[in-house]
């Protein structure tokens, strides 16, 4: 981390000095569960709690200063050494923002390079930034989001991890809104900006697809002229950021040949092997050489993501080969992301339940009917949510597509996806072949009860719904009748790292 005294954080961040001004923090936390000797403490309000009502915990831990938006005082009625703004959040991104400008200049006056990538898309930002990270981490010391640290919290935490040692900084933007994108851009000053996609996530939050498509842009608007933006060409709405933004535009595609268009970035000869597992040659911009990839991800849908980490790397100045190979060779780096547990008893469980679109959607379920040729298949799905007017036709979209895949069994979980149920019915399934379950709790029941050696059990939802807990405790040995004891939903508390993050991670 770089290190700022109170002083000069008051400074940057427009707030009052209420403390010793030579405190230096050595780490920033916003959990005060998570603060250590010489912590910086966030403070900010938040819709379940109010941070400034664990001020007290923060320094029994260690902490030596706090970032409040009030004074804060003891059991003695001492004010903690803090300095007070107006907005914490804000006062965060302005630090971030000063950390990154610090860094940049200190390398450049020592002749080393310092970039910076940022990743966007409705899907596949927390997928690309591990396999980029895992690509850029054997070229020089890579910093990169925990998790999903994707919003105007996450950011901040990303890049306080970073120090003057830092070759790569990767960061994930998420938005929910118009100028979000834009607003993490102007703090860490990409070089390097990665669009995957616009999907219809979200619609009723940003009030309709095109808005998305204006939001992700703003991080290539924000790209200097000699910058570079990854794009995908798959989609046509990124495909057109090409005209926003004065960078250097490459192109990628994992469907057919698009050269006319600037599809530098190829994946040629594409099939997934008996696992799942997408393989490919991979062709960069003048590199005459195809440099084979054979991923440990699952599903065709991967592919995108494999090759827009590639077009980053590339842009980045590491090797084909090296490329290649470092995909090759990674496995899943974030939890619930397809991930994939073999049970003793024959069961498999690919939990995919961090969160959900229809776009995912779609694509887990065909890699689950791929997957399962010759076997009993499971789709156990939860709601999709923040879909606004689309909700219902999206959810009776999936319901018509589980059938028509032929997936041998459809649970859905809780009445937010009933539409989901009710046109799988409609379609023609039905009987057991079909099941509906109000709460997790009744569908871990039915599944504890049905599931059979060799099944292929899928779990989707959006993140709040909780079904990735669900599909962790099915993925569990199963247990004798009189040993099933404990919370039969199988939801773990989840502390506020990763996706709770007061508001870290964002679509």
């Known amino acids: 981390m770089i290190a700022f005294t109170a002083a000069e954080i008051a400074e940057i961040t427009n707030g009052r000095l209420a403390a010793e001004p030579g405190i230096t923090p050595g780490s920033v936390v916003t959990d005060s569960r998570e603060a250590t000797a010489g912590s910086l403490y966030v403070a900010k309000p938040g819709e379940a709690a109010d941070g400034h009502d664990f001020v007290a915990a923060a320094f029994d831990r260690g902490a030596v200063l706090a970032l409040v938006q009030r004074d804060v005082a003891d059991a003695d009625g001492r004010n903690y050494p803090a300095v007070v703004v107006e907005d914490s959040v804000l006062a965060m991104g302005a630090l971030a923002a000063e950390a990154v400008r610090r860094i940049r200049a200190r ?113 290539v608007e924000a790209l200097p002229a000699d910058g570079t933006a990854v794009l995908n060409l798959d989609d046509a709405r990124v495909a057109a950021m090409a005209a926003r933004t004065s960078a250097t535009v490459l192109g990628f595609s994992a469907q057919a040949a698009r050269e006319g268009q600037g599809a530098a970035v190829q994946a040629e000869d594409v099939e997934l092997n008996a696992a799942g597992n997408p393989e490919f040659d991979l062709q960069l911009p003048g590199d005459s050489a195809r440099h084979h990839v054979s991923a440990k991800l699952i599903g065709a849908h991967h592919v995108g993501n494999l090759l827009a980490a590639a077009g980053a790397a590339h842009a980045a100045g590491i090797p084909g080969a090296q490329i290649a190979a470092s995909l090759s060779a990674q496995t899943a780096a974030s939890r619930w992301r397809m991930e994939r547990t073999e049970r003793p008893d024959g069961v498999t469980i690919i939990n995919d339940a961090y969160n959900a679109n229809p776009e995912s959607m779609r694509a887990a379920l065909r890699t689950l009917a791929d997957l399962g040729r010759g076997r009993r298949t499971w789709a156990v799905l939860g709601a999709m949510l923040e879909l606004g007017e689309d909700s219902i036709r999206e959810h009776t979209a999936v319901g018509t597509q589980v059938v028509r895949l032929n997936i041998s069994r459809l649970l859905v979980i809780g009445r937010q996806a009933r539409a989901l149920y009710v046109s799988a019915v409609n379609e023609g399934s039905w009987g057991d072949e079909c099941l509906f379950a109000e709460t997790v709790d009744e569908a871990y029941g039915i599944l504890r009860s049905e599931l059979e050696p060799g099944d292929l059990v899928l779990f989707k939802s959006s993140n709040s719904i909780g079904l990735r807990h669900l599909g962790d405790r099915i993925a569990l040995p199963p247990l004798a009748p009189d040993a099933a004891a404990g919370d039969p939903a199988g939801n773990p508390a989840e502390s506020t790292a990763g996706t709770t993050a007061e508001g870290s991670t964002l679509p």
């Open 107 to 219: 390398r450049a006056a020592g002749g080393a390079a310092f970039t910076v990538i940022g990743i966007t898309g409705s899907a596949g930002k927390t997928t690309t930034k591990d396999l980029l990270a895992g690509i850029l981490a054997e070229d020089g010391e890579t910093v990169a989001p925990q998790g999903s640290y994707n919003g105007e919290v996450g950011v901040p935490l990303t890049v306080f991890k970073a120090g003057f040692e830092t070759r790569y900084l990767v960061i994930e933007m998420g938005a929910t809104g118009i100028g979000h994108i834009r607003y993490l851009a102007d703090m860490v000053c990409p070089e390097i900006g990665v669009v995957l996609g616009v999907g219809t996530a979200h619609a009723g939050e940003f009030g309709g697809v095109e808005n998305i498509a204006l939001a992700k842009g703003e991080l």
